[in-house]
């Protein structure tokens, strides 16, 4: 038996942890180990900060058991596809384990499972219980494949390979219900979400000969669309469809007014690199950072486009 299964094992309280703001790939992770550790018995909470989650989530199982008040009973804490412990919204004195699948992580837990070369962390979580020879039942198969869909973006990201089908397939056969999965990650659109597209596509620029897209979204217009913050990244991946575009940025305005700064890419541009020179991190293809308050929208877009130009 693995040493974290040991340690899962001699918990008496364990608190689940998706990130801030979190995506399909943070709670389905988060769901699927829920379940594990209710089939143990276990005393098990699920923590995330963020009070406004999207609810194209809420179909993941025990979606509802979510709060945002920590247990101070808690003696072990599990997150699930955080990079960086300050993603978890929350300090603590307990053990934890830390699962991921970022390149940027610091495996900042006493105990780390990062494989960065995994889809998603669904997969990561996927690996870890069958190394231990752990069943997987409707409910984990389920949550495993709303992240492995949401992370791949429908499986057509450029990190797709025969892998990753055939993890689907395994998923399937435990019983994944993936036709809900593409209701809720793929086809369904808030109507808040649709509106702030509308806004974002009609404010878009592009720069060097429609190789960049640039999105600069702020409050009101994120407020006047009802949309969820996090929904601005639609338009923002949307955007890289656009056969010219390799890589597109986007910076939206925090109700505090600092500034949150987005890039996606396709083909060989990275962007986790712009990311980590500004401080953030992410994956090749997807990576994000954030500025104080300290900065113009305006001054912010300059010095990224700048590097991307550089980069590019
Ligand atoms: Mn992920």
């Not at 830390?98 to 780390?112: G, L, P, R, V, W």
């Not at 995994?118 to 709303?146: D, E, G, H, P, R």
């Not at 689907?168 to 593409?182: P, S, V």
């Not at 090749?284 to 991307?308: P, Q, V, Y």
């Amino acid at each position: 038996m693995s040493e974290i299964l040991k340690r899962i094992n001699s918990a008496n309280h364990v608190v689940v942890v998706s990130h801030i703001n979190p995506d399909a790939d943070s709670i389905s992770s988060a769901s699927a180990m829920y379940t594990y550790l209710l089939q143990k018995h276990k005393k098990v909470s699920w923590y995330c900060k963020s009070e406004n989650i999207s609810n194209n989530l809420s179909f993941i199982p025990w979606f509802e058991k979510i709060r945002n008040n920590f247990p101070s009973s808690a003696d072990l804490v599990i997150s699930l596809d955080c990079a960086h412990s300050k993603r978890l919204g929350i300090e603590f004195e307990v053990d934890l384990i830390n699962i991921d699948h970022h390149k940027s992580n610091t495996k900042f837990a006493k105990f780390n499972i990062v494989e960065s070369d995994a889809i998603s962390t669904t997969q990561v979580l996927f690996n870890f219980f069958n190394s231990n020879n752990i069943k997987i039942n409707k409910k984990m198969a389920t949550a495993l494949y709303a992240g492995l869909l949401d992370d791949s973006n429908g499986f057509m990201n450029d990190n797709v390979d025969g892998t990753t089908f055939a993890f689907a397939k395994e998923l399937i056969d435990n019983g994944a219900d993936y036709k809900i999965c593409n209701n809720f990650i793929i086809k369904n659109i808030s109507l808040g979400a649709l509106r702030l597209k509308a806004i974002m596509f009609k404010n878009m620029m592009l720069e060097s000969e429609a190789k960049i897209a640039i999105f600069c979204v702020n409050r009101d217009e994120i407020k006047e669309s009802g949309a969820f913050d996090r929904e601005c990244e639609l338009a923002l991946e949307e955007s890289l469809n656009l056969p010219h575009v390799e890589v597109a940025m986007l910076i939206r305005e925090n109700n505090d007014f600092t500034l949150k700064a987005s890039i996606r890419s396709k083909k060989k541009f990275d962007s986790s690199k712009i990311a980590l020179a500004f401080g953030g991190g992410g994956h090749f293809f997807r990576a994000g950072f954030k500025f104080g308050n300290d900065i113009s929208l305006k001054d912010a877009k300059e010095k990224i486009l700048n590097l991307i130009k550089k980069e590019i």
